[in-house]
């Protein structure tokens, strides 16, 4: 029998008296990039052919939503393996995993299936290898978040975080002459940027990363609502408070002139105070969230006086990834077609 939908709340704007008539600059792109769909058709799949409970250790991805949705289809979130019963299958989330919990899991005799974003496993990559070669790693992100904790788990003895441009300021390496710069996925490009060029102030022989590490779906997503802010009297993001992403946008949606702007998880938080004096709203939505969520904001808006939406698009994605291994065949062998691509979230 199929699991029923879990339905995302509703309502405070439209149970309320029109606040206004306007329209909706909608950016583009927006909510789920590949790296989220992935996690979150892993665990689908795993819970598929394995059955219920399928364990996950932290979130999958950070939105309550889909969260949510996965416990109702058998999905259990931990915050460690040593919670997992011996033997299980273990689901490691999009943000990465460190190789000591690679190996815990290993030691409980747990089936792991690794669900990291291959961008993510591409910093670990790098980490790994400018270790290797006895660099000092100035590694820009939050401090706490799972993906840093991931990253430098690869190489302890060589990474030292910096948190901030102020951070950069007063960082101490060992050589100057050794040192490069790499950076969590689903930072602010704008202040990351000011953090290297803070770092390369100090050390001129800082080296760069191979390649981008902020994701390609953050910078899209930041490019996008920073061709509408100043056009919006409000910006609504769509997404949970501890995605790094979602938050980054209300950063810039304000920094790039929006005259305000929130974050909500569902359109029920919407408050109808913020529509005073509003005549264009902007809306955009994290990289894990659902296009659902944003379906469930227009439409209240939309009884609310603002019908008329405009979608404003300034990249097109179509990059998907394959499932992990693990989940890549069906029961006899077959390959998963789902593992061939991926999912569009609009």
């Known amino acids: 029998m199929p699991t029923p939908r879990v339905p995302s709340p509703r309502g405070r704007l439209k149970d309320t008296a029109t606040v206004g008539a306007g329209r909706v600059l909608l950016a583009a792109p927006r909510g789920y990039c590949a790296g989220v769909d992935r996690a979150v058709i892993a665990v689908e799949k795993a819970i598929e052919r394995y059955g219920s409970p399928v364990y996950v250790r932290k979130q999958i991805v950070h939105n309550v939503h889909v969260v949510t949705s996965l416990e109702a289809k058998g999905a259990i979130f931990v915050e460690e393996v040593d919670e997992v019963p011996e033997g299980a299958h273990v689901v490691f989330s999009a943000h990465g995993v460190s190789p000591a919990v690679v190996s815990a899991a290993a030691d409980r005799g747990l089936q792991a299936i690794d669900a990291t974003c291959p961008l993510v496993t591409k910093v670990h990559r790098e980490a790994v290898r400018f270790a290797r070669d006895d660099y000092q790693i100035l590694l820009i992100g939050h401090e706490g978040h799972e993906e840093v904790e ?49 770092l390369r102030e100090r050390f001129p022989a800082l080296a760069d990363p191979p390649s981008d590490d902020i994701c ?61 004096g509003v005549e264009t709203v902007g809306v955009t939505s994290g990289a894990s969230v659902p296009e659902v969520l944003v379906r469930d904001l227009l439409a209240d808006l939309a009884e609310a006086g603002f019908a008329d939406v405009e979608e404003v698009t300034t990249a097109e994605e179509d990059l998907v990834f394959s499932l992990p291994k693990e989940l890549r065949t069906d029961r006899s062998g077959q390959q998963d077609a789902r593992a061939m691509g991926g999912r569009r979230s609009s």
């Open 216 to 276: 390609y779906a953050t910078q899209n997503r930041q490019v996008a609502i920073k061709k509408i802010a100043d056009r919006s009297d409000l910006v609504i993001v769509v997404g949970s408070a501890n995605s790094s992403n979602s938050v980054r946008l209300v950063e810039v949606a304000l920094e790039y002139g929006a005259r305000a702007a929130y974050r909500v998880d569902f359109a029920s938080e919407v408050l109808p105070e913020w529509f005073e």
């Open 150 to 198: 991931g990253t430098a788990g690869e190489a302890p003895d060589h990474v030292t975080l910096v948190t901030s441009p102020e951070a950069a300021d007063t960082v101490e390496v060992a050589d100057p002459e050794r040192v490069v710069w790499l950076s969590q996925t689903t930072l602010s490009v704008d202040e990351t940027m000011e953090t290297v060029r803070r």
